[in-house]
């Protein structure tokens, strides 16, 4: 008796359990949306459009891009954790979001960077360049350092906001360096370059693409990326380690799901994402915007850069006394 009722208990079991698993074997059965929470056109909009093409050929379903804005991306994140573990819905986020925002909100950040999400995939990596006016004497970063000494305070360096990459990688360099550098925030590189340019101030840190054209017109000097090594697209430039040991602050873009994905589940499109980064178009397409795919792309990747930065940038804002707006 007791047998045959075991029997009945398993048996039901293995019916509740059926859709699930066959839910699980025949995913994705539906389009994927990807969210991203910046406007159109930005470098992790890019990214997400160029990568989700061929994502959607990998998968055999559509994949689409939304662009949900506002409230530091608050407003993208909190739509996403909302929805069903399932896979159908994803995040293109940034230290931003889970490093930089968490540390400078504290216990008022509506979410948890670790606890809220299941990291599926770095995707890309990018660089920043430190740029200098043309009217500053300094060919190269130690001239710079050198120069900065001999003026404490003299020299001004603008950022595309406050808690940005831009300002926390000088932020990083005076700490390391021990400079007196004044900060002038903008409200994005369209602002800070423009001003760079026309000698408002004296340093920025912005990408190539945006540097490229106003080095080549003679107008500023890139002296260093603000990465631990030096960027594929730009060799020729030495990285910031090079000359403050164990700087690394690059700009990276990894794919997140709701917590709770099933783990069959987030390596399909794990899988999807490595599949589409063999693609020459996606490989281009990223050239383009700056960006590099991401040298690595296991289970765990992605995990460990976001415990990594929640350190790195939480010391910084800690130490920095930077307050976030």
Known sequence: MIFRNLLRVAAAAALLLAPVLASAQAFPSRPIRIIVP???????????????????????????????TGGSGVTAITQLIGQRPDGYTLI???AGHWAIYPAGRGPS?????????????LVTTSSLFLAVHESVPAKNMAELLSLVKQQPGKLN???SGIGSLHHLTIEALKQSMGLDIMHVPYRGTGQSVPALVGGQVQLVVASLSVLSQFEKAGKVRILAANTAARSALAPDVPAISETA????????????????LPKDIADKLLAAVDEAMKSPDVLAGLKATGVEPAPSRTADTLARRIQEDRTRYGT???STGIQLE
């Open 157 to 159: 360096y603008g950022s």
């Open 92 to 94: 293109a986020l940034d």
């Open 109 to 121: 950040t509506p979410y948890d960077p670790v606890k809220s999400f299941t990291p599926v995939s």
């Open 245 to 260: 040991p164990g700087l690394d602050l690059p700009g990276q873009v990894g794919f997140l799901a709701p917590a709770g």
């Open 316 to 318: 910084l804002i800690k």
């Open 38 to 68: 910046y406007a159109a056109g930005g470098q992790p909009d890019i990214v997400a459009r160029v990568v989700s093409k061929q994502m959607a050929v990998a998968l055999g379903q559509p994949v689409t891009v939304d662009n949900v």
